[in-house]
T-cell receptor, first 111, second 113 residues
Framework: GESVGLHLPTLSVQEGDNSIINCAYS??????FIWYKQESGKGPQFIIDIRSNMDKRQGQRVTVLLNKTVKHLSLQIAATQPGDSAVYFCADYNAGNMLTFGGGTRLMVKP | DSGVTQTPKHLITATGQRVTLRCSPR?????VYWYQQSLDQGLQFLIQYYNGEERAKGNILERFSAQQFPDLHSELNLSSLELGDSALYFC????????????FGDGTRLSIL
């Protein structure tokens, strides 16, 4: 089946730097994408979403970019903080109600 | 706090046994989703219920079943448990059935000995 994957399994950044987490998706029919953050011992937490009629969406310290031409999604975190350390998943809706998750990227923030 | 409550947090049992995991969705949400998260496979969608009816099915084994009750809480039943069923089981909820954010509980960690 179609799947959503991630380029980098682990990303280590210095506190205060910007982080960029990438995601490639394979289903060209996907039109809604979500980024989740999962901290140890917790469930995935919604961060930001974007629909395919947009190529950029901003939240608080986070920006999601969507490039439909190359089927690529990225999450940018500004001024990364220790509390941002977690596993980040991209997910997309396909086949109606099914949310498909990528494999996850671990973000480690060095103080 | 997502507003989604899952119990129990941890469950330890033996092969061949049966367990029931419980989920209370966010207030007002009609859809409940179940996911399995294991180390080698990430988050896998199992099944969705909407207002008491099964809505979508993913990679759910025949040994597994779920239901959603009139008060909208849901239960996931796992039977004839095998070692490979050890995983985190997450419940998520959303308001409807369309493309919208799903909000997750903190999961039940199931360990099969």
């Amino acid at each position: 089946g179609e799947s959503v994957g991630l380029h980098l399994p682990t990303l280590s950044v210095q506190e205060g730097d910007n982080s960029i987490i990438n995601c490639a998706y394979s289903n060209s029919a996907s039109d809604y994408f979500i980024w989740y953050k999962q901290e140890s011992g917790k469930g995935p937490q919604f961060i930001i979403d974007i629909r395919s009629n947009m190529d950029k969406r901003q939240g608080q310290r986070v920006t999601v970019l969507l490039n439909k031409t190359v089927k690529h999604l990225s999450l940018q975190i500004a001024a990364t903080q220790p509390g941002d350390s977690a596993v980040y998943f991209c997910a997309d809706y396909n086949a109606g109600n099914m949310l498909t998750f990528g494999g996850g990227t671990r973000l480690m923030v060095k103080p | 706090d997502s507003g989604v409550t899952q119990t129990p947090k941890h469950l330890i049992t033996a092969t061949g046994q049966r367990v029931t995991l419980r989920c209370s969705p966010r207030s007002g949400d009609l859809s409940v989703y179940w996911y399995q998260q294991s180390l080698d496979q990430g988050l896998q969608f199992l099944i969705q219920y909407y207002n008491g009816e099964e809505r979508a099915k993913g990679n759910i084994l025949e040994r597994f079943s779920a239901q959603q009750f009139p008060d909208l809480h849901s239960e996931l039943n796992l039977s004839s448990l095998e070692l490979g069923d050890s995983a985190l089981y997450f419940c998520a909820s959303s308001g409807g059935t369309g493309e919208q954010p799903q909000h997750f509980g903190d999961g039940t960690r199931l360990s099969i000995l």
